[in-house]
């Protein structure tokens, strides 16, 4: 038993940083560029141009980046989109977990996002032409206005910018310019790595099993020496920031800041996944495969209500442990039906639910429940046309 927890440490070790982590960062940091860039100016064209369409507020959010709710979310503050539209924007968001089917699976990503574009554009239209939704959307806005605010972050901003200048512009550059830099450029070297070894698998330039130590792969020696660096890295972010508080978007000066706060967002995915896998992993190993089957074995609609529940879940670990048991169930007799995927996938809204609680609470919690109803809804006529195609 303790070979094979041994053994998973170092399989999740290598889904977090090679498998699933390296293809993760470099598009949290492609999409986190354009984001920071041109958000604002999409923004603005949006409010000028009175652009709040239920289409495109899906098709923004189907971005796999934090960013595009969030702006929506100050958009949907000042008046200048409906609340269709916002309830069509949060049935796009995915948070990290699009990542992860983007790794696993690039056509059920496909799948995904159309489906999600034609419930925000018909559920969202709908609301959006009701004159008892715009009342109710008074209501809401005024109700959002008297909701508090973070005092614990703005106590951080207040301290940081309490430090001296020169300690506080070093420290700024050394966190998010230099160890933000580090960090990235470590990504890409693993995601460089990546696809060496899989041209190394594919045309079997080299045995795998002239690649081991200990019956261990080295490339899961590598991930581990990887995951131990993302973990210092972690740690002295999370130190320096209990100690001297850090910056907020609307603070960053240049790519850098953001590239750099964008780097801190990864680590703690990372992490994360390995942690996921790790306890999917163990559990499976504990229980066995057979048990786990024997669950969700022609049980779709429980695997679709449980689904759309946990998208409900503040933040992105329940998320992205249930994306992680449907990839790994795949192919055994306990596989879940991909309905169950969508309904999670359309209830979620992950780590924007704890800003969105702070920018306009009643809004966000009343759209999350329209969304988890349509999750609801939704899966099961998808589970429907899956059993009547099989």
């Known amino acids: 038993m303790i070979d094979n927890i041994f053994e998973n440490a ?3 070790a290598h889904t977090a940083i090679f498998d699933v982590g390296s293809v993760m960062a470099v598009l949290m940091l492609v999409f ?22 239920p289409l495109i507020m899906t098709g923004l959010s189907l971005i796999p980046v934090d960013g595009t709710l969030l702006f929506q979310y100050n958009t949907y503050r000042r008046g200048s989109i409906r609340f269709g539209s916002l309830l069509a924007g949060i049935i796009g968001i995915g948070e990290e977990s699009p990542y992860l089917v983007l790794s696993y699976n ?5 799948m995904l996002a159309g489906i999600k574009l034609i419930l925000g554009v018909v559920f969202g239209g709908i609301l959006n032409r009701s004159a008892k939704v715009a009342r109710l959307t008074e209501k809401l806005h005024a109700r959002d206005s008297k909701a ?19 300690f506080r512009h070093r420290l700024h550059h050394f966190r998010y310019h230099q160890l933000g830099k580090a960090f990235w450029i470590f990504f890409a070297i693993a995601f460089l790595v990546e696809i060496l070894l899989n041209a190394i698998t594919r045309f079997q330039w080299l045995e795998n099993d002239k690649l081991q130590a200990m019956g261990i792969p080295f490339i899961s020696w590598l991930a581990m020496l990887g995951l131990f660096i993302v973990v210092i890295y972690r740690l002295l972010i999370k130190v320096t920031t209990k100690e001297f508080g850090k910056i907020f978007e609307q603070e960053f000066e240049d790519t850098g800041d953001a590239i750099g706060d964008l780097a ?4 703690g995915v990372i992490l994360l996944i390995f942690l996921l896998t790790f306890v999917i992993e163990s559990v499976m190993t504990v229980i066995g495969m057979d048990r786990l089957t024997a669950l969700f074995a022609d049980r779709g609609l429980l695997a679709i209500a449980i689904g759309a529940l946990i998208g409900l879940v503040p933040g992105t670990g329940a998320s992205l442990a249930f994306t992680t048991l449907y990839f790994t169930l795949a192919g055994t007799p306990g596989a879940m ?11 979620l809204i992950g780590d924007s639910q704890f800003i969105g609680s702070q920018l306009l609470r009643f809004s966000q919690r009343a759209a999350h429940v329209l969304a988890f109803v349509i999750a609801l809804g939704s899966g099961a006529i998808i589970w429907g046309i899956e059993r009547l195609i099989s």
């Open 264 to 267: 801190e967002t990864c680590a």
């Open 32 to 53: 986190g560029i354009l984001d920071y860039r041109y958000g604002d100016r999409l923004r603005e064209l949006i409010e000028k141009r009175r652009l709040d369409k």
């Open 10 to 12: 170092f399989k999740a």
């Open 106 to 110: 690039p056509l059920a990503w496909l």
């Open 148 to 166: 508090g605010i973070d005092e614990n972050a703005v106590q951080a901003d207040e301290n940081f910018h309490e430090l001296p200048d020169k």
């Open 337 to 347: 039906p991909f309905a169950a995927l969508a309904s999670c996938s359309i209830a």
